[in-house]
């Protein structure tokens, strides 16, 4: 990857402080005010024992995935295809792949980094164990970082202006945060709800991270929602993307 690219991506996102906010600060930020409430840090029968702190933790990590994914990167790839960014790097060295995955990399990136900011803080705040299962954490979440970000590049591929990118990163930003357990746990759903839930990226990613979280492995079925929704949706971002 052109590393000039790749710096000058990195400073464009320092000086956008709406999306260091959102994506690097605002999930601990949602952490500690639910981890502030009293029953948040008493154990539920209905969570297996854990406390709700405990279980959204994996919650926030998702969360600065989902905002990085499906409403930063569409933003600014459409942004660079409607400013005619892309048409003119086309005609330079700089090779397409190398523009194309240098804000997937920084957005990438920046959300790991707000993921383990997350788990810091619910170590040292509200005394939330860290993933007992750190390997099978780690590939859970380089699966659903994948997954994020191949719907982000549908997203992109499918608006021809930022305008419709926000509008179609909206439509998709709420379906996945409540798949990801934002609003209730995906172990405290209705049976038949939760199974469906768990064959969308973030809801399998919500079962695999809480799995490795607890000590487990996460479920081969999980991980294989997760790797096969990436496959599919960077298919699709491939097949349907434009350069202006």
């Given at each position: 990857?052109?590393?000039?690219?790749?710096?000058?991506?990195?400073?464009?996102?320092r000086?956008e402080?709406?999306?260091?906010?959102?994506?690097?600060l605002?999930?601990?930020?949602?952490?500690?005010?639910?981890?502030s409430?009293?029953?948040?840090?008493?154990?539920d029968?209905?969570l297996?024992?854990?406390?709700?702190?405990?279980?959204?933790?994996?919650?926030?990590v998702?969360?600065?995935?989902?905002?990085?994914?499906?409403?930063?990167?569409?933003?600014?790839?459409?942004g660079?295809?409607?400013?005619g960014?892309?048409?003119r790097?086309?005609?330079?060295?700089v090779?397409?792949?190398?523009l194309?995955?240098?804000?997937?990399?920084?957005?990438?990136t920046?959300?790991?980094?707000?993921?383990?900011?997350?788990?810091?803080?619910?170590?040292?705040a509200?005394?939330?164990?860290?993933?007992?299962?750190?390997?099978?954490?780690?590939?859970?979440l380089?699966?659903?970082?994948?997954?994020?970000l191949?719907?982000?590049?549908?997203?992109?591929?499918?608006?021809?202006?930022?305008?419709?990118?926000?509008?179609?990163?909206?439509?998709?930003?709420?379906?996945?945060?409540?798949?990801?357990?934002?609003?209730?746990?995906?172990?405290?759903m209705?049976?038949?709800?939760?199974?469906v839930?768990?064959?969308?990226?973030?809801?399998?990613?919500?079962?695999?991270?809480?799995?490795?979280?607890?000590?487990?492995?996460?479920g081969?079925?999980h991980?294989g929602?997760?790797?096969?929704?990436?496959?599919?949706?960077?298919?699709?971002a491939?097949?349907?993307?434009r350069?202006?």
């Amino acid at each position: 990857m052109n590393t000039a690219v790749l710096r000058t991506e990195f400073r464009l996102f320092r000086r956008e402080p709406a999306a260091v906010f959102w994506i690097f600060l605002f999930p601990t930020l949602l952490l500690v005010i639910l981890g502030s409430i009293p029953s948040f840090r008493e154990a539920d029968k209905s969570l297996g024992g854990l406390r709700p702190v405990d279980a959204y933790v994996p919650i926030t990590v998702l969360v600065a995935l989902i905002m990085s994914g499906v409403q930063s990167l569409p933003q600014v790839l459409t942004g660079h295809r409607e400013r005619g960014i892309l048409r003119r790097m086309r005609l330079t060295p700089v090779r397409p792949s190398a523009l194309l995955s240098a804000p997937m990399v920084v957005l990438g990136t920046v959300a790991l980094g707000s993921a383990l900011l997350a788990l810091v803080v619910g170590r040292l705040a509200f005394d939330v164990r860290l993933p007992e299962q750190p390997a099978g954490y780690l590939l859970a979440l380089l699966l659903t970082t994948g997954a994020a970000l191949a719907l982000g590049s549908v997203v992109s591929a499918l608006s021809r202006t930022t305008k419709m990118a926000s509008a179609i990163g909206s439509a998709v930003f709420f379906p996945m945060m409540f798949c990801a357990g934002v609003w209730l746990p995906v172990q405290e759903m209705p049976h038949t709800l939760a199974r469906v839930v768990q064959l969308t990226p973030f809801g399998a990613a919500a079962r695999a991270l809480g799995e490795a979280a607890s000590g487990d492995w996460p479920g081969w079925g999980h991980l294989g929602v997760l790797a096969g929704w990436t496959v599919l949706l960077t298919a699709g971002a491939a097949r349907w993307f434009r350069w202006e």
